[in-house]
């Protein structure tokens, strides 16, 4: 009869629709799992700190840090490093980096663009223990002759190397940000005969100054959880500076004072639960911080979609004006005030003379001429960004290079890395690496599926998005802390490769995360409508319309997430590493890893030979990170170029 | 026609000559600074190791006695690292063990008597400690031979190539039959080197890869030992009351001495020798320049 | 007859790349006038408007050669500031594009890049433009707040009053009406007519029965090259060349 043919096409519905469920359900576990680890990181950090050897006021607002000695926990001293340190790589970075955002988008030709940008995001694969190796060794030295200062390793050294490693994060962020203002802004701008720099003064900094505000968060977010780079080249003294502006006094940060104790600490005694104290502290922080940058980037999705409300203003308007001048003129006095303070009263004069000339100069400039000179100094902050990644990487290659043979690749390290080669670490590094993609590529690219596919914006996924981005802000060593916590000590795994690859799994699963929602967002929709409109379902519209336009975005995002996990230290130094020369044999062996290998024979073997074994390994490490991070930039360009034009 | 060609390179001529002015402003500045800080001896740069460093600890009980440490001190993560800042800092002082020892940092005396291997071994030079090994009841197999291999001529050949102190050592080392599986020790980074070279040299006497050794730390070479997890523990240090009550089997093996010599800037021309007393009172902050000592 | 003429173009070529977009236009704009530049999509109207503020400098790849008078003066040589010109020659885009600023700053946007600061100077600015872009008593009341809260006809009228403020001689309005609904544009259409008495319009638009209702004069362009220029009378009720013709007579288009 009838009605048979037309039940079975619904049976045989509800079977599909059964099925996909099941597969909904599948990758919401996935997308629910950065909060689960969010919170497991919260839960293990916090069960390690009780009991916490002192009261948490104390702990909090104690100044002096004797874990071992005097027996006193107080992190006071070790937030304001951390604070100070960030203040001045801020200051360092935020005006280069964010001149060098408005430079590629606005002002260089397509050409020049094409060799800056990947310029600046090499800067962002060279990890951190080369950074820091290069800070100890050239930038602390010229501090302390530059300066005269009795040591170079002070707030400065720290400041400048964190500002450098702060400049790509920002940079692109606010690019981006940037590239986001509609042009047709611009074309009105334009139109109206103002300049291209009154344009980008007027018109396209405020647009897109909530973009650029959330980049430099995420700059101090990434600057307040560094940790190996920082722990080498600031003296890691735990005091206040005294006065608080003395830049050339030394300094110790929070994670820094996690890395170098944490390692030798004795488990379960008050020194331990102490510094698990201040991870918790420290991921504290981070998450203050993260959360308004997610908070400042939802703000501008929001304005960018909806017409403005309503607002009555509170004063009028030439009253607001009397405000703002008054507190710029306070600002200015603040400043001139510090530069008294820091340089004296000599240079402090001459400044405020160039100042005032520049100042009486200004309407007497022609906004041709003014033009020129705000480009000219844009151009400059470029500059520096090219010259700076130029001495690092001669720096790097010139020590590295006499090392570098075939049997140093090829070779297991002897004698404590000073003969033989670095095949052990080198494959280590592999394993590691291999591993980590392995667990995160699947849990991010199906948690980013799950949220462009399967839901529509809502309060989960506004959950689910927050969870990643405060994952992508956590501290690498704070993830260290918490594989050694729940791996290590409470799963028994003990020092091991999978311990490792889980850490480091759960650390780059948010940039794997970001890239692929980016990639599948960026297949047009109409593709998804006409693929159901023959009768696919929505797994099978994934599978076979979606997925593959979008898979060179996913791979790009699994390359830089490979690179981010060959580079890092903090995380597998208390879970995964062994300074050996054998290959591990099973998953629950300990491995030796690059970086480890580079911090160990750099740090802890005597003599000449090991010193030139660091500086091979080194150039090892950085042309390994470089090589994935070039493959992703090579993907990404191909496939921009090959999707739009 | 437009050419914007033309004008980025313009401009990048300017970006240049703008650079070059900032390089000479910071030239200038810097001219200025250094000026104001000549003539004044040359303050006392001190460097030590961490809170959870098994050297630090041994120094603050023999040399600080206890006292605490100036606030300012530096504090470094390895030897090595101590090493570093006080070959290139002049009026850096740090203290490492003999090992660390080269042209580029300078010994001092500590009262009179020169730090080398052959002043600890005659007990005249005052700063120097055991280096241990533990075990999880009388150690058996594998870890016994390795332990015998330590004491043997070889084994303290190696503890003296690293400059460390030998002890006397048992005669040349007799390979044995039938030693199966593999064993693994953890801890102390400052024995690492000699467990490191001494289990290469024991794998190729064996033909088989029977010790690996890893690092981590003297407390956590004494808790991998104690929980089983390692049948070897190194530790620079005596085990702590509380390590004792967690673990009452643990067995010491003392596997050389280590002595630690004050180093300075080889440009330090201040001084050459110090007491103990003074090292002490550099350390809690009392002298803060070298020309109070000189 | 070029006496009157404001803008002359003579041999304009232009490509993007390697793609000719406009092959020898010679063509000439009269003042106070209202010109139409009808054709199909991709036609280069868009393109040739966009030449005459010089707006085509802010892409990439974009060649020119040929001339384009402006007052006797070829804005086309590279030692002209294009932004002098912009001064001189303003523009209304597609679609409306005010700035996510108060109403009041969009329309003084012009006159404090050139540098006047003076309120009392702007308030007067701001009033004259918003009325003679007929938006003042709509928008009286709330010149303080967001122009992104205004109606689409409202922001593009409000485009208009932002480009009158600086005090052109030509308006340049690429589409203005594309976006907007009849209503809207019939108001956006009267404002034109009264503009001409000032100012010489230069209007793309796809819609002819637009071109017809308020042009003066009418260009028709095809594949980059323009094929009929003049009276747009003469130009909808006697076209010269068959190809004018099958496009207002909608054979293709």
């Known amino acids: 009869m009838n009605t048979k043919k037309i039940i079975n096409p619904l049976i045989s519905g509800k079977k599909r629709k059964r099925n996909e469920k099941a597969i909904k359900s599948v990758f919401f576990l996935t997308a629910i799992f950065g909060i689960i680890i969010i919170f497991s990181i919260l839960f293990f950090l916090i069960r390690e700190t009780y009991p916490l050897p002192t009261d948490i006021w104390s702990f909090l607002s104690g100044t002096i840090w004797s874990p071992t000695e ?37 002002i260089a030709s397509s050409r020049v663009r094409s060799i800056i940008k990947p310029a600046i995001e090499l800067l962002a694969g060279i990890p951190s223990v080369v950074y820091g190796f290069f800070g100890l060794i050239i930038l602390t030295t010229w501090i302390k002759d530059i300066f005269g200062v009795p040591t170079g390793e002070t707030w400065l050294a720290g400041s400048i190397i964190l500002g450098i490693m702060a400049i790509p994060t920002i940079t692109t962020v606010a690019e981006d940000a940037i590239k986001a203002v509609p042009r047709e802004f611009k074309e009105g701008s334009l139109a109206m005969g103002a300049t291209k720099w009154q344009t980008i003064q007027k018109v396209i900094i405020p647009s897109a100054l909530s973009g650029i505000t959330a980049a430099i968060i995420l700059g101090i977010g990434r600057a307040v959880g560094e940790t190996m780079a920082i722990l080498m080249v600031c003296g890691n003294a735990a005091i206040i500076p005294t006065p608080l502006w003395n830049i050339f006094s030394p300094i110790r940060t929070l994670t820094s004072t996690l890395g170098i104790e944490t390692a030798e600490v004795p488990v379960g005694g008050p020194h331990y639960h102490a510094l698990f104290g201040v991870a918790v502290l420290l991921l504290m922080i981070t998450l203050i911080i993260n959360i308004t940058a997610v908070y400042l980037l939802g703000t501008i999705q929001k304005r960018q979609g909806a017409t403005s409300k309503k607002k009555k203003h509170l004063f009028s308007i030439t009253l607001l004006i009397k405000i703002k001048k008054i507190f710029t003129s306070l600002g200015l006095l603040f400043i001139l005030l510090l530069l008294y303070l820091i340089t004296g009263l000599l240079i402090t004069a001459i400044l405020v003379i160039i100042g005032g000339l520049l100042w009486f100069m200004r309407n007497k400039i022609s906004q041709k001429n003014l033009q020129k000179i705000a480009f000219s100094t844009l151009g400059a902050a470029i500059l520096l960004i090219i010259v700076i990644l130029g001495i690092i990487l001669s720096y790097i290659i010139i020590n590295g290079a006499g090392a570098l043979s075939w049997e140093f690749l090829t070779e297991a390290p002897k004698r404590l890395g000073r003969e033989g080669g ?9 394993y590691l690496v291999a591993g980590a993609i392995a667990i995160a590529l699947p849990i991010g690219v199906g948690a980013s599926i799950y949220l ?101 975005g996913i791979i790009t995002g699994a390359i830089l997430g490979i690179g981010r996990a060959a580079g890092e230290t903090a995380p597998i130094m208390f879970t995964a590493v062994a300074f050996s020369s054998f290959f591990p044999t099973s998953l629950l062996e300990p ?44 993907i990404r360009n191909h496939y921009q170029k090959t999707m739009k034009w | 026609m437009i050419d914007i060609q033309k004008k980025t390179k313009k401009e990048g001529i300017f970006a240049l000559s703008l650079l070059a002015i900032l390089m000479l402003v910071i030239t200038l500045f810097s001219g200025c600074t250094q000026t104001n800080n000549e003539n004044q001896g040359l303050p006392i740069v001190v460097v030590g190791r961490d809170s959870a460093s098994g050297t630090r600890e041994f120094f603050w009980e023999h040399v600080m006695k206890k006292g605490n440490f100036t606030t300012t001190m530096l504090e470094k993560n390895s030897n090595g690292a101590v090493h570093q800042t006080v070959s290139t800092t002049q009026g850096a ?59 043997s001529t070889e084994g303290q050949a190696i503890v003296e190539d690293e400059g460390f102190v030998p002890k006397t050592s048992t005669g040349s080392y007799v390979k044995v039959d039938g030693l199966l599986g593999s064993i693994t020790i953890v801890g102390s980074t400052t024995v690492l080197p000699i467990a490191q070279l001494a289990a290469e040299d024991f794998n190729t006497l064996y033909g088989e890869n029977l010790v690996a050794v890893s690092g981590g730390g003297s407390s956590v070479g004494v808790q991998s030992v104690g929980e089983g997890s390692a049948i070897i523990g190194m530790a620079s240090r005596e085990l702590k009351s509380s390590e004792t009550t967690s673990y009452p089997n643990l067995v010491k093996h003392i596997v050389c001495n280590d002595g630690i010599a004050i180093i300075i800037n080889p440009e330090n021309t201040y001084v050459e020798d110090l007491t103990l007393e003074q090292v002490q009172d550099i350390y809690d902050g009392t002298y803060t320049n070298w020309d109070e000592l000189e | ?110 006159s404090r890049v050139q540098g006047i600061n003076d309120k009392k100077k702007l308030d007067d600015i701001v009033e004259k433009s918003l009325k003679k872009a007929a938006l003042w008593d709509e928008v009286k009341d709330r010149l303080y707040e967001s122009a992104m ?101 909608g054979r293709f288009g």
Request: glycine fraction near 8%; hydrophobic fraction near 45%; charge should be neutral.
């Open chain 1, 70 to 106: 005097s027996l006193q926990f107080g992190t006071f001293s070790l937030t304001v490093g951390t604070l100070l340190v960030t203040l001045g790589a801020m200051i360092i970075a935020i005006p280069i980096s964010i001149g060098g955002a408005l430079f590629i988008s606005e």
């Open chain 1, 422 to 430: 670095i095949s052990t670490p080198l494959i280590g590094t592999l």
């Open chain 1, 452 to 552: 462009t596919e399967y839901t529509k914006e809502n309060t989960l996924t506004k959950i689910i998005r927050t969870g990643a981005d405060l994952l992508n802000g956590t501290p690498s060593i704070v993830f260290g802390l918490f594989g050694f916590a729940f791996f290590v000590l409470y799963l028994k795994f003990g020092f091991s490769l999978i311990a490792g690859q889980i850490t480091l799994a759960f650390m780059i699963i948010p940039t794997i995360l970001r890239t692929t929602e980016e990639a599948l967002r960026s297949v047009p929709q109409s593709l998804r409508e006409g693929s159901y409109a023959v009768g696919a379902t929505r797994w099978q519209t994934i599978r076979r319309v979606v997925l593959p336009p979008a898979a060179p």
């Open chain 1, 591 to 634: 491995v030796n890893a690059l970086p480890y290998h580079l911090f160990i024979i750099s740090t802890n073997v005597p003599g000449a030979a090991a010193k030139n074994a660091a500086g091979g390994t080194a150039l090892v490490l950085l042309l390994l990170v470089i090589g994935f991070y070039s493959i992703a930039i090579l």
């Open chain 2, 93 to 151: 002082i740090g203290y490492v063990g003999l090992g660390y020892l080269d042209e580029e940092v300078k010994a001092v005396k500590i009262n009179g008597i020169e730090a080398t291997v052959a002043n600890v071994v005659a007990g005249t030079y005052p700063i120097s400690r055991a280096l241990n090994m533990y075990t999880n009841g009388e150690p058996t197999g594998i870890a016994l031979e390795f332990l015998k291999y330590l004491d």
């Open chain 3, 1 to 110: 007859m070029t006496s009157n003429q404001i803008i002359t173009t003579k041999n304009l070529n232009l490509w993007y790349g390697e793609k000719q977009a406009l092959f020898d236009i010679n063509m000439g704009i009269y003042a106070n006038k209202i010109t139409a530049l009808i054709g199909p999509s991709g036609c280069g109207k868009s393109t040739l408007i966009r030449c005459f503020n010089r707006m085509n400098d802010v892409i990439d790849k974009c060649r020119i050669t040929g001339s384009i008078y402006f007052n006797g003066n070829d804005i086309l040589q590279t030692n002209t500031d294009a932004v002098e010109i912009r001064k001189k020659i303003g523009m209304v885009f597609q679609k409306p594009n005010p700035f996510p600023k108060t109403i009041y700053e969009n329309v003084a946007y012009g």
């Open chain 3, 149 to 249: 809260g205004l109606s689409g006809g409202q922001q593009q009228r409000l485009c208009i009053a932002r480009s009158l403020a600086i005090e052109p001689e030509i308006i340049l309005m690429d589409e203005p009406c594309s976006a907007l609904d009849p209503i809207a544009t019939a108001k956006i259409e009267d404002l034109m007519t009264e503009l001409k008495k000032t100012y010489t319009v230069i209007i793309v638009t796809h819609n002819m029965q637009q071109a017809a209702r308020v042009s003066d004069y009418t260009a028709y362009m095809y594949l980059g090259k323009l094929i009929e220029f003049g009276d747009t009378e003469q130009i909808f009720e006697n076209p010269k060349q068959e190809l004018t013709e099958n496009y207002i007579t």
